[in-house]
């Protein structure tokens, strides 16, 4: 399966220049791979530059982990993310993509100055 990088992924999400979109949705019509990074920086990218508010953000990894042609890395771990994104947006989806991965991979808890992110559960203020 081919990797996508950011750009190709924002194109997908915004649908803003329709040359690119067609090319985008060429290359991944194959299957294309999201890893937690380009996911991390798309939804950076969706609020910084297209100032997309938190449930417009959430809706588009909602699209993201139902699309026909994408493969997110560790769906389940997005999906949970998503949820606590959804939950506490004010978090940031990074901040809970980065909860659930160490979650996933049995390294709790994480350690954090954020008091906001040690008031979840698997997560210790320092």
Known sequence: MRAIDTNILVRLVTRDDPKQV???ELFVAKGGWVSHLVLAETLWVL?????LDAERRATAVEMLLNHRSLTLQDPDVVAAALGCFRRKPSLGFS???VLEIARK???LPLGTFDRSLARLDGAERV
Not at 47 to 51: G, L, M, N, R
């Open 22 to 24: 067609a090319a985008a």
């Open 105 to 107: 991979s049995g390294h």
């Open 47 to 51: 609020e910084a530059v297209y100032d």
């Open 95 to 97: 901040d809970c993509l």
